[in-house]
């Protein structure tokens, strides 16, 4: 089941958020030395824009959007590690696309991590260059919304 993300789910994603970024090794060294990035902000759920999927009575993944200088951005896409391959993230992905498009939104860009270019390309996202980060050169996505 997706469901809109409400404050009370925090500590719950916070805890997914850290485990699945901690799990993708090629991340984990930089994380571990910049732990400000493996703190989850409780803005989305505050605003709004944050939905999780639950299974079996818990959550087991989530997905946040933002909207900044006229690009809407997948910002969050997190699955608990124990959960992965189960089609949670294309759930999610498909929600909020869904949610986008009712309001207009015609299109939902995405920094991918190199690890997740597979997933993102599967779920109809498309090359649109690269973007600098805190560890350097990522690919940046869109999928075409509508």
Not at 39 to 63: H, K, N, Q
Not at 112 to 130: H, I, Q, T
Request: glycine content about 10%.
């Amino acid at each position: 089941m997706i469901r809109l993300g409400v404050p009370a789910d925090l500590p719950a994603l916070r805890d997914i958020f850290r485990r699945a970024s901690l799990s993708n090794a090629g991340d984990r060294d930089n994380l571990l030395a910049n732990p400000k990035y493996l703190i989850l902000r409780p803005d989305g759920l505050a605003e709004g824009r944050t939905y999780v999927a639950e299974e079996g009575g818990s959550i087991a993944g989530f997905a946040t959007w933002s909207y900044a200088d006229g690009i809407t951005e997948l910002e969050d896409l997190f699955v608990d590690p124990n959960r992965t391959r189960r089609g949670i993230a294309s759930m999610l992905v498909s929600h909020i696309a869904a949610v986008l498009n009712a309001q207009g939104v015609g299109r939902l860009e995405v920094t991918a991590s190199p690890d997740a270019l597979a997933f993102y390309r599967a779920a109809g996202f498309v090359d649109c260059g690269v973007a600098e980060t805190e560890f350097g050169t990522a690919p940046r996505m869109v999928l075409a919304l509508g």
